[in-house]
C-alpha cells in the first residue's frame, strides 16, 4: 500500500480541501495490537479548516468497527468507533511541549504528514482502556461473582442495575 501524506498540512487547511479514504486495519501496526481480529479497514476524512483566531487546522474524521476483546469473558466484541476531532496545526515544537490540556489538541505541522499515523494515534487516543460486552450479550461472570470484577466493571454494573 502506497503510504497517504498530506504533503503540505497547512496550505491544505487554508485552501479548505478534503480527502477522505480507507485504511486496512491490518496496516495500522500500534492498533491492531490487541484486537480479536484486524481484518476490516477504518474509514477517514480530513478536512482543511481556518478556525475564528486564522489558525489552520485539520478536521479528523474517522469511523471503524473494531473487534476488541471482552475483558470479562475474553470473548471478541464489535466496538464501533467514530472520531470528530479538530486539531490545530502548530509550527512551533515548543507549543506542542507546553500544551494546556484545556486547548484543542495541536499537531506539528509538519510536510508530507502521513494520513496513516495521525488515524493511528487518534484511534488510540479514543479506544477505551477496557472493553466490555453488555451485559446481556456477555458470557462472562454473573451478579454473584461482582465483588471479583475490576472496580469499574462493578461501577458501570451497578449503575447499568440502576436505569432498570
Ligand atoms: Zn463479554
Known amino acids: 500500500m502506497s503510504e497517504q501524506v498530506v504533503a503540505d498540512p497547512l496550505e491544505f487547511a487554508r485552501g479548505y480541501k478534503s480527502l477522505d479514504g480507507k485504511i486496512a486495519i491490518a496496516h495500522l501496526d500500534r492498533v491492531k495490537e490487541g484486537l480479536a481480529s484486524v481484518t476490516g479497514e477504518v474509514r477517514f476524512k480530513l478536512t482543511g479548516f481556518l478556525n475564528e483566531n486564522n489558525e489552520p487546522g485539520l478536521r479528523c474524521q474517522v469511523q471503524a468497527t473494531l473487534k476488541l476483546v471482552c475483558q470479562r469473558c ?12 479538530p486539531l490545530l496545526l502548530s509550527k512551533d515544537a515548543q507549543v506542542l511541549a507546553e ?7 495541536r499537531i506539528p505541522a509538519q510536510r508530507n504528514l502521513s494520513i496513516a499515523e495521525l488515524v ?45
Open 74 to 85: 475474553l470473548e471478541p466484541m464489535d466496538y464501533a468507533l467514530e472520531i470528530d476531532s
Open 99 to 105: 500544551e494546556d490540556p484545556d486547548t484543542p489538541d
Open 120 to 164: 493511528e494515534e487518534e484511534i488510540l487516543l479514543a479506544l477505551p482502556m477496557a472493553a466490555y460486552h453488555p451485559e446481556a450479550a456477555c458470557k462472562g461472570q454473573t451478579h454473584s461473582e461482582l465483588g471479583t470484577l475490576h472496580p469499574f466493571a462493578a461501577l458501570a454494573r451497578l449503575k447499568t442495575d440502576i436505569e432498570r
